[in-house]
């Protein structure tokens, strides 16, 4: 049981080449992070992977995504929902004039509105501060809450493979692990996660599998216990980073170094 990117390109503006030709693969049992710096194009990988390209002006031009070998249609992103994708946006996007319940009921929709009681059930056991709140608007409700109320609608779908776009960023290393957390409960519960990370040690700490887009393309692809232990991995993305280098010029700076010495 796979959710799997054959050889994407994604183009926006008919012009713009963001993403070109990577290949991903998530298990409907495991966690696999996607790593990299900003603009790598991991959020155009994601968008071309649940049918939201359209909506910002970008297409797939080569590629497809496929589903236990079965290719999906990702025209329209309802359509890759009932397939059993359902995505997180960057930026926890919830709808602040609603209440916690209106926006989990959002999510349901989308796949069918039957045991919409049960499903809200399960979404508080999951969440239950969220519970407490049902009848608050969104808007009220701190970072952390809104991330979990926007992992909270993607689930009401009851999807097999979930795709999380960066859920930690701008949280509290408190809350952070707390989402970390929640992720793993996902993933025993039964659904695939896609995680995109910035925080590659939270991602790599919880990861089967691991891969790196830089630019445009998948330049590592391996074990996250593997990609922990990797030098370069670990100068730049687990902390002992140059910073603004990329992956390819911190090894260029590492072989020039080894050369000189
Ligand atoms: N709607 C758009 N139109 C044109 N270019 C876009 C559009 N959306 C993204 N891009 C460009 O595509 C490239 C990849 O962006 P993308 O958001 O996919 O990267 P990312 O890896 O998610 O970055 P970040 O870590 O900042 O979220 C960037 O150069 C970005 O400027
Ligand atoms: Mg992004």
Redesign the pocket.
């Known amino acids: 049981m796979t959710l799997a990117v054959h050889n994407i390109e994604v183009v ?2 008919d012009v ?1 080449l ?1 993403v070109k030709g990577a290949s991903i693969r998530v298990p409907s049992e495991g966690i696999v992070a996607l790593l ?10 994601l968008r071309a992977m649940t049918g939201l390209l359209s909506v ?3 297409r797939i031009t080569r590629g497809h995504v496929s589903i236990d070998d079965q290719p999906v249609d990702t025209r329209r992103a309802p359509d890759v929902v009932r397939a059993g994708v359902s995505q997180v946006m ?1 930026g926890r996007r919830v709808f602040v004039e609603f209440t916690v319940e209106e926006n989990l009921r959002v999510g349901a929709y989308a796949r069918t509105r039957a045991g919409l009681a049960d499903k809200l059930d399960r979404i508080y056991g999951m969440f239950p501060i969220l519970g407490q709140r049902r009848t608050q608007r969104a808007g009220y409700l701190s970072g952390g809450e809104q991330q979990m109320l926007a992992i909270g609608r993607a689930l009401m779908a009851e999807p097999r493979y979930i795709l999380l776009d ?1 859920p930690s960023l701008g949280l509290a290393p408190q809350v952070v692990e707390q989402i970390r957390d929640l992720i793993v409960g996902i993933r025993d519960s039964g659904t695939g996660v896609l995680l995109v990370e ?1 925080n590659a040690a939270m991602a790599l700490s919880i990861a089967d599998h691991g891969y790196v ?1 830089e630019n445009g393309k998948i330049v590592m692809d391996a074990p996250a216990r593997a990609l922990r232990d990797d030098d370069d991995i670990r100068e730049f993305y687990l902390g002992a980073g140059t910073g603004g280098a990329s992956l390819r010029e911190v090894k260029h700076y590492r072989r020039r170094k080894r050369w000189l010495s």
């Open positions: 926006y503006e713009m963001v990299g710096a900003n603009g790598a194009g991991k959020t155009s990988l910002h002006r970008g960057e960066e910035q887009m």
